[in-house]
């Protein structure tokens, strides 16, 4: 288990560095090895790492494409990393981590690098040359992801104490849904238990760029229908 958290600013503005580091801090327990942080231009990236694959400080995140353009942060696991590896030839890795595989898949392929992968996964990368910002979840939710925005900015993270302890959101019980949590323990998603604090849905990923937020769906859950049961019965 790792934990990820960003800010984004719809002006061309660094994100307070504090802000940044009291969401990592309030995370920490999610990876007790390292923590890492990145910042540019409407962007700030954090990272908390439990040293999983390649235990080396070469997995250390964020990880940074060669040329500096891309940076991703990631928390979860692909399984079949060795494989898309081998799609990727042209590609100068320098780590034994999924992590750059991923890098590398997005800049081969882009969003559509989410087809490619079999595993679990909560996942940012920022590529400072298109100023843009893809986030995107596992197709079952496995990994979790909660965001928060505004007009200004928009913030997210692997738990929702680290969008409060941002200072850029002040939490304020969702009455709307409350009932929900009654009756099931638990607010039904994209909702949660915050106003104005929601969960990217499983299958789905956020693309922002020139402060446009697109949140679309690359998989749905009838998918899996559809392999468990490839033919109609009917029923005598």
Same mark, same amino acid.
């Given at each position: 288990?790792?934990?990820?958290?960003?800010i984004?600013?719809?002006?061309a503005?660094? #994100?307070?560095?504090?802000?940044?580091?009291?969401?990592?801090?309030?995370?920490a327990?999610?990876?007790?090895?390292?923590?890492?942080?990145?910042?540019?231009?409407?962007?700030?990236?954090?990272?908390?790492?439990?040293?999983?694959?390649?235990?080396?400080?070469?997995?250390?995140? #964020?990880?940074?494409?060669?040329?500096?353009?891309?940076?991703?942060?990631?928390n979860?696991?692909?399984?079949?990393?060795?494989?898309?590896?081998?799609? $990727?030839?042209?590609? #100068?890795?320098?780590?034994?981590?999924?992590?750059?595989?991923?890098?590398?898949?997005?800049?081969?392929?882009?969003?559509?690098?989410?087809?490619?992968?079999?595993g679990?996964?909560?996942?940012?990368?920022?590529?400072?040359?298109?100023?843009?910002?893809?986030?995107?979840?596992?197709?079952? =939710?496995?990994?979790?992801?909660?965001?928060?925005?505004?007009?200004?900015?928009?913030?997210?993270?692997?738990?929702?104490?680290?969008?409060?302890?941002?200072?850029?959101?002040?939490?304020?019980?969702?009455?709307?849904?409350?009932?929900?949590?009654f009756?099931?323990?638990?607010?039904h998603?994209p909702?949660? $238990?915050?106003q104005?604090v929601?969960?990217?849905?499983?299958?789905?990923?956020?693309?922002?760029?020139? =402060?446009?937020?697109?949140?679309?769906?690359?998989?749905?859950?009838?998918?899996?229908?559809?392999?468990?049961? #490839?033919?109609?019965?009917?029923?005598?």
């Amino acid at each position: 288990m790792c934990g990820i958290a960003g800010i984004y600013l719809s002006t061309a503005t660094e #994100p307070n560095s504090a802000s940044l580091q009291k969401m990592n801090n309030s995370i920490a327990h999610r990876g007790p090895d390292a923590e890492g942080y990145y910042s540019g231009p409407h962007i700030g990236l954090a990272h908390r790492r439990l040293s999983i694959i390649d235990l080396s400080d070469a997995g250390t995140q #964020p990880m940074h494409s060669g040329d500096n353009r891309y940076h991703i942060i990631f928390n979860g696991e692909i399984y079949n990393f060795e494989e898309v590896k081998s799609k $990727l030839p042209s590609y #100068p890795f320098k780590t034994k981590t999924d992590t750059e595989v991923i890098l590398a898949a997005y800049i081969a392929w882009g969003k559509d690098c989410v087809h490619h992968f079999n595993g679990m996964f909560a996942l940012a990368i920022w590529d400072s040359t298109e100023q843009s910002l893809f986030i995107v979840r596992d197709r079952l =939710g496995v990994k979790p992801l909660y965001y928060h925005r505004n007009g200004e900015h928009f913030i997210f993270a692997s738990e929702t104490r680290a969008l409060i302890a941002s200072g850029m959101y002040k939490p304020v019980i969702n009455k709307t849904h409350l009932h929900e949590y009654f009756l099931y323990q638990t607010v039904h998603a994209p909702n949660t $238990l915050l106003q104005e604090v929601m969960m990217l849905m499983p299958g789905h990923y956020i693309f922002i760029k020139n =402060g446009d937020i697109k949140i679309e769906a690359y998989w749905k859950t009838e998918k899996i229908f559809r392999i468990l049961l #490839p033919h109609k019965h009917t029923m005598k």
